[in-house]
């Protein structure tokens, strides 16, 4: 799977929009982007993935470039609960995650 | 639709021990994947069983092992445990389908004296 890389820490204010970037430089053209965030040692929640197309759910919107080399995901309004470890992992047609150390996301009030 | 559960949430051991952890997929996925967390090393996968078969395998010492049932609940077994085993220990579960998006459970959170 290939690998990505993002910054290690973000802040964020309380109701702005959170936009939390992702380099995949060398995916493969079957490889998804995924993102999953995990709150205080909880389970780490999926929120959304993609593999062209931007997609969007009611947790986030994705946009991946053109070029499939980097992707951004974006919180629209960014709550005090959205403090996170973010991840962003490329996958390809396997089961097998393969987590980085991911963005640590502080919201402020 | 009840999420993955897992038990027990916490557990204490000792060196030399061996510990038994329980995963319940959600309802209707047949894929369960294990994945072990530490401070020093992050998330990182052990294996991931589907139809009581496992089907991929992390870099892990044979000490850590696991198994799934024909209702597709899995329990994964550390036997004589060591200090660096303390973890958060995460199951996951998905459809049928490799590649199916993967739904994580709470964790076991271990630790070994």
């Known amino acids: 799977d290939a690998k990505t890389t993002q910054p290690t820490s973000m802040d964020c204010a309380e109701g702005r929009a959170a936009n939390l970037p992702c380099n995949h430089s060398?995916?493969?053209?079957?490889?998804?982007v995924y993102w999953y965030r995990q709150i205080h040692s909880q389970g780490p929640q999926y929120i959304i993935h993609?593999?062209?197309n931007n997609e969007t759910n009611e947790m986030a919107s994705l946009i991946i470039t053109e070029d499939r080399k980097s992707s951004t995901l974006i919180l629209p309004h960014a709550t005090l609960r959205d403090t996170a470890v973010y991840y962003c992992?490329?996958?390809?047609?396997?089961?097998?995650?393969?987590f980085g150390t991911g963005t640590r996301l502080q919201v402020f009030p | 639709k009840a999420g993955v559960t897992q038990t027990p949430r916490y557990l204490i051991k000792t060196r030399g021990q061996q510990v038994t952890l329980s995963c319940s997929p959600i309802?209707?996925?047949?894929?369960v994947s294990w994945y072990q967390q530490t401070p020093g090393q992050g998330l990182q996968f052990l294996f991931e069983?589907?139809?009581?078969?496992?089907?991929n395998k992390g870099n892990f010492p044979g000490r850590f092992s696991g198994r799934q049932f024909s209702n597709s609940r899995s329990e994964m077994n550390v036997s004589t445990l060591e200090l660096g085993d303390s973890a958060l220990y995460l199951c996951?579960?998905?459809?049928?389908?490799?590649?199916?998006?993967?739904?994580f459970g709470p964790g076991t959170r271990l630790l070994v004296l």
């Open positions: 996951a579960s998905s459809l049928i389908e490799t590649g199916e998006t993967q739904y």
């Open positions: 060398t995916i493969s053209g079957n490889e998804y």
């Open positions: 993609g593999l062209k």
């Open positions: 992992i490329v996958r390809g047609n396997t089961d097998k995650l393969i």
């Open positions: 309802s209707g996925h047949r894929s």
């Open positions: 069983y589907f139809s009581e078969t496992q089907r």
